[in-house]
């Protein structure tokens, strides 16, 4: 029995949100341990012995009665005090709506992890990894030693180094045990502390002093301090001409206003130099804030931002975009046009860039949108809705010429008889790298696996009879195979013999970081080559110490995905290369074109960004594609133009609205079953609104995680609303053992 209020015998009733399996649902629990509870603070409490952690939403005094029988539970301990203000909720809260998903989903997505759901501790800050050291008995002899094995130990410090860092090199673990069981190498397991605070990125082309405005800056500058709050603007500046800068500048411009500023990138691999460039300038006035920090640091992040009244600076990825700032004046998405912005898993499937126009509208603030390659629908905002400002940025603050893009046909390399990863041009410049003190980077479409058909001898490609894109692979549960497209529904044989050139060279296109590491490691066993990816950037700072090792000048080469095309300044990098193109040009996917060339453009322009000249080398099997003229000419406004008027024409995306329904499940029949069941009840919503519903489909990838997959696209007249009932309704037709996804806008069609 709780102990009475103020030796009263009233209470506070508080209803508590809690996150219960697929649902939310709220309990009724007392403040009975005088914790001093309001709403909006999160509460740890038990239900059926489980201890969670559930979000006060309403509050109300009750009388205790001593006789009554009925056994009152009592919130057991305040998490955190008043995370949310009212503007804030009624903004999440219409989100959810938006998005198909209960308030507290949304605001777990907005929440720290950990505040509501399952009780957690905060997350330590020690942990054991494995420590790799040369053998104090070892006596190199290059004879008895492989290329590989030679090249770890020459790697390897005096002291040694962890081996998570050793696999980042590009050493997998086999060698690394291979050569302890030789006894070359010593493996201990020592504690590895995580630090929480701000560490450094150290970048030699960071200045101390700020530099000089060109007059392109100093002209789109004044254009942002004459924005009022609530204006939003794309700055469209070409790689190198100095966006940065001029955020920097806005920025100062905010903190001298007593006014915060959020600074949002797409990807967590550039957060590193974001945070160095302004902690540089503002010091300790930044923070960052991305799933890579730990929770306990986020937590501290939410807590500085909900106590302190002072102006600060927040730098981090798409789920920074909900953080709670008072005084927000300026929020920068830089690199706008990238499709991680986009969350396609788990629900609510969110568009950063999208939230952000919300915000701005409800919390009035500057909205900068920043890219050398602005989006289609960024560029329908401007151009055909009127609704952004447009501010250009055509020149780069180096005095070095912009590189020339070398497009290399790799079906002449073919016929010549190099059968090789690489052409014989970009051997040859690999090999100049160490004497002429250079560095490359190397990058691997990160879906360059897609399915999709290529003849390795004439370049021909399988599209679709109906759609501007190519027909992918699909498999089915028996293994299968045939053609399908993803955006009406057309299917085809699989067919092994290309019908242009009739060659069996007719195969599915795509090469992965891996393979391409050890063709380098084999051909130059002289270059310290970096793998940069999803796998290898794993932790807080996996990123920061990848790219402090190549811009330290410790590694000759850097081979990872598109992450390496987005914002990288490494001034000694002069080589650029795109390995097998076709495999994003020729993606299903009816955005393809657009997203390859944005990447495409921004990768050429990691190259000469000092004062050396850089190369740009793209290899094709398809030079004649659209794509590859265009960016030969670096015609990226020309594509826009050209691309925006057919897509309008046509009513396709983003001149329509689309919304993709994914549904999973373990078992076959009933997934497929549901799926059916699903898109006739959603056809009878769509016959009176001018929506189409096309599928069911199975899935891309048929099968992940033991769950077979099938998809519903839904799309529509542009300015109409999505016709789908409430979530309530549309989730009683699924059942238990299946689930469902709604996806508006996603970023693969």
Not at 527 to 533: A, E, G, H, N, V
Not at 585 to 604: G, M, N, V, Y
Not at 722 to 734: A, C, E, G, S, Y
Request: overall charge positive; charged content about 25%.
């Amino acid at each position: 029995m709780p102990a009475s209020n103020n030796l009263s015998n009233t209470f506070f009733e508080f209803e508590v949100l809690l996150d219960i399996g697929s649902h939310s649902n709220s309990f009724s629990y007392l403040d009975g341990n005088n914790l001093g509870v309001e709403v909006g603070d999160i509460v740890s409490v038990r239900l059926k012995g489980r201890l969670l952690n559930g979000l006060a939403i309403t509050k109300n005094e009750k009388d205790f009665y001593e006789e009554s029988n009925f056994e009152y539970l009592s919130i057991e301990n305040i998490i955190q005090k008043k995370v949310i203000q009212d503007w804030w909720r009624e903004w999440l809260e219409d989100l959810a709506k938006f998005y198909r998903v209960s308030s507290l989903k949304m605001f777990k997505t907005a929440f720290p992890p950990g505040w509501i759901g399952k009780h957690k501790k905060l997350s330590q800050n020690c942990k054991y990894q494995i420590w790799i050291k040369s053998s104090l008995d070892l006596k190199l002899n290059n004879d008895e030693l492989t290329k590989r094995e030679l090249s770890l130990l020459k790697n390897l410090s005096l002291n040694g180094k962890w081996q998570s860092e050793l696999i980042k090199l590009g050493f997998n673990s086999t060698l690394i045990n291979s050569m302890v069981t030789k006894k070359l190498l010593i493996k201990t397991k020592r504690k590895k502390i995580f630090n929480t605070k701000l560490s450094s990125f150290k970048n030699d082309c960071i200045e101390l002093k700020r530099p000089n405005l060109t007059q392109e800056q100093k002209k789109v500058y004044k254009e942002m301090q004459e924005m009022q709050p609530g204006e939003v603007c794309l700055l469209w500046g070409e790689t190198g001409s100095g966006k940065t800068e001029v955020y920097m500048k806005m920025a100062e411009d905010q903190l001298l206003n007593k006014k915060s500023c959020l600074i949002l990138a797409p990807e967590i691999g550039l957060i590193p130099q974001l945070i160095d460039r302004f902690s540089e300038r503002f010091q300790s006035d930044v923070f960052e804030y991305h799933s890579n920090c730990s929770s306990r640091h986020r937590t501290l992040v939410w807590k500085k931002i909900i106590d302190d009244e002072e102006p600060l600076i927040v730098v981090g990825t798409r789920s920074a975009v909900f953080l709670p700032i008072q005084n927000l004046g300026l929020i920068i998405m830089d690199e706008e046009h990238d499709v991680s912005y986009k969350q396609d898993s788990p629900m609510p499937c969110y568009d950063a860039r999208d939230v952000a126009l919300e915000r701005v509208k409800r919390n009035p603030a500057k909205l900068i949108f920043g890219s050398a390659t602005p989006s289609m629908r960024t560029w329908k905002r401007v151009v055909f809705e009127k609704k952004l400002r447009l501010l250009r940025m055509k020149e780069r603050i180096s005095s070095t010429e912009i590189p020339e893009i070398k497009i290399v046909d790799m079906r002449s390399e073919f016929q010549k008889g190099n059968t090789k990863i690489f052409c014989s041009e970009l051997l040859e410049l690999i090999s100049q790298l160490k004497e002429n003190n250079e560095q490359a980077i190397v990058l691997i479409p990160r879906r360059g696996y897609n399915g999709f058909l290529s003849c390795r001898n004439c370049g021909f490609i399988i599209n679709c009879p109906n759609c501007d894109v190519p027909l992918s692979v699909h498999m089915g549960s028996k293994g299968k195979q045939w053609l399908s497209c993803h955006w009406c529904d057309h299917k085809a044989k699989l067919i092994k013999t290309c019908p242009d050139c009739e060659s069996n060279a007719f195969k599915p296109f795509g090469i992965g970081t891996q393979r391409v590491i050890e063709f380098l490691n084999d051909e130059f066993p002289e270059l310290r080559i970096l793998r940069f990816d999803r796998d290898t950037t794993s932790g807080k700072d996996g990123h920061r110490n990848i790219l402090s090792i190549f811009s330290d000048g410790e590694a000759d080469i850097l081979v990872g995905t598109q992450m390496l095309a987005k914002g990288i300044d490494i001034p000694n990098v002069t080589l650029s290369v795109v390995i097998a193109a076709d495999g994003l040009l020729h993606r299903p996917d009816i955005s393809a074109e657009e997203k390859s060339l944005q990447l495409f453009l921004q990768l050429a322009g990691r190259a000469g960004r000092a004062k050396k000249t850089g190369k740009v080398i793209f290899q094709t099997y398809k030079p004649s594609h659209p794509v590859i003229s265009y960016l030969k000419n670096r015609d990226y406004e020309g594509f826009l133009a050209e691309s925006s008027k057919l897509r309008k024409d046509a009513k396709l995306f983003p001149f329509c609205k689309v919304c993709l329904l994914k549904v999973s499940g373990e078992n076959y029949e009933c997934t497929e079953i549901t799926a059916a069941k699903l898109t006739k009840y959603l056809i009878s919503f769509c016959k009176d609104n001018a929506w189409k519903v096309i599928g069911p489909a199975p899935s891309l990838i048929a099968k992940v995680g033991n769950k077979f997959r099938w998809q519903i696209l839904m799309h529509g007249p542009e300015n109409s609303e999505l016709p789908l009932p409430d979530r309530f309704n549309l989730w009683r037709i699924i059942p238990k053992n299946v689930y469902l996804s709604i996806d508006l806008n996603p970023v693969e069609l």
